[in-house]
C-alpha cells in the first residue's frame, strides 16, 4: 500500500455545479478526515470519520457539503451548488489507532 | 476557536546553517504536536510528532516541546535548498477525535 490517494487531483467546475471527490485511505485506517486549505493558510479541518460512522463536523461544513464513508473504506466529499469561495486545495488524510495523521495528494478544485 | 500561531516569513537561512522555527499554542489541554512540511503545490508531510516535555531528536531534524510555556519548536541542522518549503504547525483539537488545529505555516527559504 502506498499511502492515500484522492480523485482526481484537479476539478475545475463553473459556480453552481456539484462536484464530488474521493478519498482512498491507507487500507488499515480506521479513521479518516477531510480538511480544507486555502492559499497562505494551513488546512483546516472539516469532518472526520471512524469506520463508517461520521463523528465530528466542523462549522466550515454548511449545508452544501456532505460526506460519506458508507463501508467504513474509500469516502467521498460533496460540494452541491459550488461558489467561489469554495475554490481551495482538499485534503484527505488517514489514521489507524494513533492521531499520526498522512495526507493524501489533495484535490485542488476551481470553481470559476 | 483555539489558535496556532506561526510566524508566516519567509526566514532566509544559508545552506548549512541551522533553521529554527516557532510555534505557540492556545489549547493548554494539547497533548499532541506536529510538525509537517509543504512544498509548493503539494500535501503536508508529517516530519516529526512530539508529545512530551523536551527535546526529540530525528536525523537533521529536533522538535522542541515546553507545555508551560504553550511553545513548540523545530530545528533543521545542515540545512539544505531541498529544505525549502512551508513548515506548518499542527496540534490536536481537545476532544475532537484527534483532529488537528494547523497554524499558517512558516515559509523557510534555504539558500546555496
Known amino acids: 500500500d502506498t499511502g492515500v490517494s484522492q480523485d482526481p487531483r484537479h476539478k475545475i467546475t463553473k459556480r453552481g455545479q456539484n462536484v464530488t471527490f474521493r478519498c482512498d485511505p491507507i487500507s488499515e485506517h480506521n479513521r479518516l478526515y477531510w480538511y480544507r486549505q486555502t492559499l497562505g493558510q494551513g488546512p483546516e479541518f472539516l469532518t472526520y470519520?471512524?469506520?463508517?460512522?461520521?463523528?465530528?463536523k466542523s462549522r466550515l461544513l454548511s449545508d452544501r457539503f456532505s460526506a460519506e464513508r458508507p463501508k467504513g473504506s474509500f469516502s467521498t466529499l460533496e460540494i452541491q451548488r459550488t461558489e467561489q469561495g469554495d475554490s481551495a486545495m482538499y485534503l484527505c488524510?488517514?489514521?489507524?489507532?494513533?492521531?499520526?495523521?498522512?495526507f493524501g495528494p489533495g484535490t485542488r478544485l476551481t470553481v470559476l | 476557536q483555539k489558535e496556532v500561531e506561526q510566524n508566516s516569513g519567509p526566514l532566509s537561512v544559508p545552506e548549512g546553517a541551522i533553521a529554527s522555527l516557532n510555534c505557540t499554542y492556545s489549547?493548554?489541554?494539547?497533548?499532541?504536536f506536529f510538525w509537517y512540511r509543504q512544498y509548493s503545490g503539494k500535501s503536508p508531510e508529517l516530519i516529526m510528532s512530539?508529545?512530551?516535555?523536551g527535546d526529540k531528536e530525528d536525523g537533521r531534524f529536533t522538535a522542541q516541546l515546553n507545555k508551560a510555556s504553550q511553545y513548540v519548536s523545530l530545528l533543521i541542522r545542515d540545512s539544505q535548498p531541498s529544505d525549502s518549503a512551508t513548515y506548518l504547525c499542527?496540534?490536536?483539537?481537545?476532544?475532537?477525535?484527534?483532529?488537528?488545529?494547523f497554524g499558517k505555516g512558516t515559509s523557510l527559504l534555504v539558500t546555496p
Open positions: 470519520f471512524q469506520n463508517e460512522a461520521q463523528l465530528e
Open positions: 489549547d493548554r489541554g494539547s497533548q499532541s
Open positions: 488524510a488517514s489514521t489507524e489507532y494513533t492521531d499520526t495523521q498522512y
Open positions: 499542527a496540534v490536536n483539537v481537545v476532544n475532537s477525535g484527534y483532529a488537528l488545529n
Open positions: 512530539i508529545y512530551s516535555n
